[in-house]
Structures are given as C-alpha cells and as structure tokens.
Antibody, heavy 115, light 108 residues
Framework: QVQLQESGPGLVKPSETLSLTCTVSGGSISNNYWSWIRQPPGKGLEWVGSVYSSGTTNYNPSLKSRVTMSVDTSKNQFSLKLNSVTAADTAVYYC?????????WGQGTLVTASS | EIVLTQSPGTLSLSPGERATLSCRASQSVSRNNLVWYQQKPGQAPRLLIYGASNRATGIPDRFSGSGSGTDFTLTVSRLEPEDFAVYYCQQYDTSPWTFGQGTKVEIK
C-alpha cells in the first residue's frame, strides 16, 4: 500500500517561498506521476501541478509563474516550491500519486502565509 | 480550462434515502475521464468512482456513477451514516485538471 507524507514549515511569511516535501513509502517513486493539490480552509480543491519521476512537470497555469516541482528518486521524495506567497496561498497542501486522477493521498499539511 | 459545476450545493437527506449529485462540465469530457471523491472533515479526499462509472477498490456498491460528455451523476442508493460528507467531481481529460466546487450531503 502506497503511503505519502507531507513535511515542511506550517508558517510562511508573505513574499517568501513555501517549500514542502512529500515522502513516498510502500512503493517506488519511479515511473509514476506525483502531484500537489491544495485546499484553502473551508473551500474546494485546486490542482497545483504534477511531476513525473523523470522530472517532467505540468503546472496549473494559474500558478505556473510561481511554482517549481522536483523529484529525488534516491530519497523517494518529491517537492513543491511556491514563491512570492500571499494570504491567498494559505491552504492545506496535499501530495498525491496521480494517473490524471488521485488514488493515493497524503494526510495534508496546513500552510499559513502570515507575518 | 474545463469548469465543473456541481449541484446542489447542499443536499439534506435522512439515512436510508437516495442521494443524487450532479456534475456539469463547461465542455465535453472525452473518454469519460471524470472521477468522484468523498471528503470528510479533517481527512484527505477518497476516490470513489473513476472513468465516470467504475467503483474504486473497496467502495460499496451503493455508490454508482453515470453520465458522459458534459453531464455526470453520482448516486448513493441508500445513505449510511458514514456517507454524510462533501463530494467532489474532477476531470482529467484536459489540463489543467479541475475540480467541482463540491456538494455537501448533510443529515436532515
């Protein structure tokens, strides 16, 4: 059973960079797509972007100018960086394995953008 | 991008009743690349239905999905207490992958 666990700071100052890592266990990160999805408090879900194990990326155009995703196959991890954050980026961030849709999800981590 | 509109926003029903949730797409979702998730408070979404009508592993048969093109439906034949939650549809036909805004199924 594939399991995912997000990690990273829960508080980020406005204008700074949000950085999260997702550790995959119970399966290899290779030959799969991995995604980040976020959910502002009390609101719906938004796909942030996806990265293939080779490093190929696909980002949501609404965030593309600020997002970078990468994979570290040696650690079975993938990561998200979102720069120039504002209060609008406050959300629970989920990592997930994707095949277009999302079967395996992490538990989510709340990131608050506040000074 | 494909905009998904879910209706109703909230559905108030009693256990044992039938729930019918709608997801309408702004353009055709080809190959039925549409899924449904269930989300309970404080939890990640759980995949219920993929390919518009296929139940994911371990999902009870009271959940069913149907539809094609721009109109899709999730039906819960008889609501159990654990089914009261928020339900989202999502399309993976055209990037960016998009979600509906959700339908909350609450106890009447």
């Amino acid at each position: 059973q594939v399991q995912l666990q997000e990690s990273g700071p829960g508080l980020v100052k406005p204008s700074e960079t949000l950085s999260l890592t997702c550790t995959v266990s119970g399966g290899s990160i290779s030959n799969n797509y991995w995604s980040w999805i976020r959910q502002p408090p009390g609101k719906g879900l938004e796909w942030v972007g996806s990265v293939y194990s080779s490093g190929t990326t696909n980002y949501n155009p609404s965030l593309k100018s600020r997002v970078t995703m990468s994979v570290d196959t040696s650690k079975n991890q993938f990561s998200l960086k979102l720069n120039s954050v504002t209060a609008a980026d406050t959300a629970v961030y989920y990592c997930a394995r994707s095949s277009g849709y999302f079967l395996y999800w992490g538990q989510g981590t709340l990131v608050t953008a506040s000074s | 991008e494909i905009v998904l509109t879910q209706s109703p926003g909230t559905l108030s029903l009693s256990p044992g009743e039938r729930a019918t949730l709608s997801c309408r797409a702004s353009q055709s979702v080809s190959r039925n690349n549409l899924v449904w998730y269930q989300q309970k408070p404080g939890q990640a979404p759980r995949l219920l239905i993929y390919g518009a009508s296929n139940r994911a592993t371990g999902i009870p048969d009271r959940f069913s999905g149907s539809g094609s093109g721009t109109d899709f439906t999730l039906t819960v034949s008889r609501l159990e207490p654990e089914d009261f939650a928020v339900y989202y549809c999502q399309q993976y036909d055209t990037s960016p992958w998009t979600f509906g805004q959700g339908t909350k199924v609450e106890i009447k």
